[in-house]
């Protein structure tokens, strides 16, 4: 959202960092205002490996407004992130904001069994770890977490701020030519649960998994899905599996379209290929595959290809930058 004079002169001066990886959605980052200013890290490697990292200009960021734009998209990159996420605030800064847009383990929020690891609440306690600014508590912006009560995983020392990439999927539903026939589809009650009232004015159809054996099959569980655009709405995808046989269940139901949205699009071993338009019959299964930024090297890798469109974080994150 463009700012203007006056709006911008009312806000803070905000420093981003950036790790390279998110590069591309930290430069949009910046486009969405002239009060974000990117700055640069050099990240290199000693010859054993481990990081060997350098802050520019760090005396500068003195009474700094600072930030820094993470992807810990897997497990080897995040010990180097970490190193300079706990720098950051001890530079005297005004204040310090980590904008972790995919928190990676919120899939593995509970012990069902003794012996499991939670290591949801792992990472929750490595990030409420980060030291304090001058200006407080680090603020933590992640989006679409997976369970809402890894909320209360994080102690005082950071403040978590949960944002949603919903509001990006319903501008892109409402400039469709069949915006006035969409009917949103949740693939099981948690999805339900996390985003009903933010698509409450969307007709709405539940699935769910149920087992049958070994086997979980995902059957229609209320709503009719007969001759509409139907979008499947989850807040993430993995394999993809559960989606796919979603997707079946509402065509067999008679719907006219089936898309679908996550807002972190994970899709482990390129298995994303599962979704890409090969032939007629791979077309008719997803009409739109939404995803947003979230996870950058999924968006560098599904570039240009259908049925997949990236919905930018940007200018969101922009916003959050300047609570």
């Known amino acids: 959202m463009a700012l203007s004079e006056s709006q911008s002169n009312k806000q803070k001066h905000v420093h981003l960092f950036y790790y390279p990886e998110c590069e591309d959605l930290a430069r949009n980052v910046a486009a969405q205002s002239s009060n974000i200013t990117l700055q640069t890290i050099k990240w290199r490697n000693f010859d054993d490996g481990f990081p060997n990292i350098y802050i520019n200009d760090a005396q500068d960021l003195r009474g700094q407004h600072v930030a820094f734009l993470a992807s810990f998209s897997s497990t080897g990159v995040i010990f180097e992130q970490l190193s300079v996420i706990y720098l950051l605030p001890r530079l005297f800064v005004a204040s310090f904001t980590l904008v972790l847009p995919f928190f990676p383990t919120g899939s593995f929020e509970r012990m069902e069994d003794e012996g499991d690891v939670a290591t949801a609440f792992t990472l929750s306690r490595m990030l409420t770890n980060i030291p304090i600014s001058r200006g407080g508590p680090t603020s933590l912006v992640i989006y679409d977490i997976h369970a809402l009560q890894e909320r209360f995983y994080f102690g005082d020392h950071v403040l978590p701020l949960f944002e949603t990439g919903i509001p990006l999927l319903k501008q892109r539903l409402h400039q469709l030519p069949d915006a006035d026939n969409i009917v949103i589809a949740f693939p099981d009650d948690g999805a339900w649960k996390r985003f009903h009232k933010l698509l409450d004015h969307f007709p709405t159809v539940v699935c769910n998994k149920v087992r049958e054996g070994d086997k979980r099959i995902v059957r229609l569980k209320e709503g009719n899905p007969a001759g509409c655009h139907v979008v499947i ?91």
Request: overall charge negative.
């Open 233 to 323: 709405v989850d807040d993430l995808v993995q394999s993809g599996g559960t989606l796919i046989e979603c997707q079946k269940v509402l065509a067999a139901h008679g719907a006219a379209k089936v898309s679908a949205y996550v807002t972190h699009g994970v899709f482990p071993k390129r298995s994303w290929e599962r979704f890409t338009h090969k032939d007629e019959s791979s077309e008719k299964a997803f009409s739109y595959f939404w995803i947003t930024d979230s996870c950058p090297l999924t968006v560098k890798a599904i570039a240009n290809k259908a049925p997949f469109e990236v919905l930018s974080l940007a200018g969101s994150i922009a916003d959050g930058l300047q609570i």
